[in-house]
Nanobody, 121 residues
């Protein structure tokens, strides 16, 4: 069973940048997709970005497209989310997860602690 730990969040001003990391441990499948999700207080968790195992296929939500870049380093068992041009509406707890596809990740019962991203105006 794969375990994921998010890190890299913090407080930044609008227009700033952050790089989130998702460290994986335990058993995983080479075919697994990995992705980032976020949840603001009182709101539902929403999809942010996903990447396949080889890293040649990525998917982004419209709200972050062009500003965020998802990547992974399988040798380090780590996935990243480079966030540029941050906006106050990006403020949320960011979570990572994995699964055979994006739909499976969205339906996951288990989510970790996440990492808080706060963007001030």
């Amino acid at each position: 069973q794969v375990q994921l730990v998010e890190s890299g969040g913090g407080l930044v001003q609008a227009g700033g940048s952050l790089r989130l990391s998702c460290a994986a441990s335990g058993r995983t499948f080479s075919s697994y997709v990995m992705g980032w999700f976020r949840q603001a207080p009182g709101k539902e968790r929403e999809f942010v970005a996903a990447i396949n195992w080889s890293g040649d296929i990525t998917v982004y939500s419209d709200s972050v497209k062009g500003r965020f870049t998802i990547s992974r380093d399988n040798a380090k068992n780590t996935m990243y989310l480079q966030m540029n041009s941050l906006k106050p509406e990006d403020t949320a707890v960011y979570y990572c997860n994995s699964g055979p596809n994006i739909a499976t990740m969205k339906g996951k019962d288990y989510w970790g602690q996440g990492t808080q991203v706060t963007v001030s105006s």
